[in-house]
């Protein structure tokens, strides 16, 4: 079997991708898995033997002719149309796009023949966004930062490729030495994947002067050309025996080595906290408001987040003492640390609210049927009963449309319904899961009939209906009944 994996995404996505493929090897062993990634990141497949090959997605030949003045269309449209050509000539049976974007599903689309089994985005033959798969439609509706997703990304991977995740599939063998002439270091990334990730520079300058009352052990700081100025400022005055400043002198590929020695990784969210989990190097993964850490967090042994709304709410001497407490083997002294377990969701997390813990168990009744939460106040009842009432409303134009046969008398009425259903989501957070699975569920209607499409549409409110007219059939309870711990 040939298959293509479509990661067009960044390092660490790319990074994130390493167990799926292996579950792939693993299921799959005499398949040739390649992997086509644009050639700036090409980098964080070095090292991944189960690939067959690397294909580089050629960009910048793509797109550059179409920023010229005079526009260069043809050139483009060249460049395009012969990569095209040449995937197309690896007759691959199966194409898993796992950078899940809207603009991958095009070239997802124009891969594909009739016999070639696809996962992930895609298009339909008149344009309109194609999901085949239940955990890409899951990801479409459900992930991302500002959502109450508590699957990891690594591990969704994985089920896109129908498998389920291995502890085994994370595991890096690095035999290569360290850069570094030294017995024992911690390694700090001083930076993040994007500015509203990152800890400060100041705020890191603090962090080790506290960590240094605790620890003699040295600090290797680390991060891109990009990132040289603020370590510089970080380093700035420190004994340099003490804190090494190697931002912007390494390869990539050194990062394995270097954190594989390491006693301990400290960061942000960014590639390097993902290259701890690969080669089971313990992590403090420092996050904010800015990164869903149960998608993105460490899953090296040992591991634990650092949480804080902002930046301003997390106290350097706190990432201090956290840091030292792992390197001791110490329970946790911080109230906003997620440590990690081993199952899925991926951490254990006190410091979550309840409305972020029943917005979870929404999650798993909509898409793992498991039991519904309990409606646990009179905010989230009305809410239910208003988007009833709203759907019937709709429903009734439905009937209205079968009896005139004429869309144009009751759309101006369905429009403004869809509307009050989004603005109820607004106003009730707890109800946007189930908001987001009504709308995507309408939104992955394909093409056909007009009689096939109106029945498709019908049937997405009539099952939006029953849900809610089951759900409200629960008995009430008090903001009490919920559990707080995510593991229930």
């Given amino acids: 079997m040939n298959i293509l994996i479509i990661q067009l995404a ?5 990074l994130l991708t390493w167990p799926q493929v292996r579950a792939l090897k693993r299921q799959y062993p005499d398949a040739k898995i390649d992997m086509l990634v644009r050639p700036k990141f090409k980098t964080a497949t070095e090292g991944l033997s189960e690939l067959n090959q690397v294909i580089e997605f050629p960009i910048e030949n793509i797109f550059e002719p179409l920023l010229k003045e005079p526009l260069y269309v043809q050139e483009s449209l060249t460049s395009l149309h012969q990569i095209i050509t040449d995937l197309k000539g690896r007759t691959y049976q199966w194409i898993i796009n796992a950078t899940l974007s809207p603009a991958s599903s095009y070239l997802t689309f124009e891969l594909q023949t009739p ?57 890096t063998q690095v035999q290569t030495p360290s850069p570094l002439n030294l017995e024992a270091y911690i390694v700090l990334h001083v930076g993040a994947s994007r500015d509203n990730k990152k800890f400060s520079p100041f705020k890191w300058r603090t962090f080790i002067t506290h960590f240094q009352k605790l620890s003699s052990i040295p600090i290797v700081l680390i991060g891109n050309s990009d990132e040289t100025h603020d370590a510089d400022f970080i380093a700035l005055g420190f004994n340099p025996d003490q804190v090494l400043n190697k931002t912007g002198e390494l ?3 050194d990062l394995f080595p270097l954190i594989a ?7 942000c969210d960014s590639a390097p906290l993902h290259i701890a989990s690969l080669v089971n190097t ?26 804080a709304l902002t930046e301003a709410d ?102 403004r319904c869809e509307e009050v259903i989004e603005n109820i989501g ?37 099952d939006f209906s029953a849900i809610i007219q089951y759900w409200l059939t629960l008995e009430p309870q008090p903001l009490e009944g919920i559990h707080e711990s995510s593991q229930s």
Avoid at 10 to 14: E, T
């Fill in 10 to 14: 960044r390092l660490g996505d790319i």
């Fill in 115 to 171: 016999e070639t089994k696809i996962t992930g985005y895609t298009r339909t033959s008149d344009g309109y966004l194609n999901i085949k798969d239940d955990v890409s439609t899951y990801f479409y509706a459900q992930v991302g930062v500002d959502r109450e997703n508590r699957i990891h990304l690594a591990d969704l991977f994985t089920m896109m490729a129908e498998q389920q995740p291995h502890p085994d599939d994370w595991k």
């Fill in 251 to 253: 390869n990539f590929s």
């Fill in 261 to 267: 020695r390491a006693a301990l990784y400290i960061g």
């Fill in 282 to 307: 313990p992590a403090l993964n420092v996050s904010f408001a800015t990164v869903n850490f149960w998608e993105t967090g460490p899953r090296s042994n040992g591991s634990r987040v650092l949480y």
């Fill in 314 to 415: 997390l106290p350097s001497e706190t990432v201090a003492t956290e840091a030292f407490k792992i390197l001791t083997q110490a329970p946790a002294s911080s109230e906003n640390i997620i440590t990690l377990v081993g199952e899925s969701p991926s951490y254990q997390a006190p410091l979550n609210t309840r409305t972020q813990d029943w917005s979870w168990h929404l999650l798993k009744a909509l898409y793992m049927n498991e039991p519904w939460p309990k409606i646990k106040n009179k905010t989230i009842q009305q809410g239910l009963q208003n988007l009833l009432e709203v759907n019937q409303v709709i429903l009734e134009q439905f009937q209205t449309i079968k009896k005139t046969r004429n869309v144009s008398v009751v759309s101006g009425i369905i429009e």
């Fill in 426 to 462: 607004a106003l009730i957070p707890e109800l946007r899961s189930l908001i987001r699975w009504y709308q995507t569920q309408k939104a992955l209607i394909g093409p056909n009939s007009p009689q096939m499409v109106f029945e498709a549409t019908e049937k997405v409110h009539t």
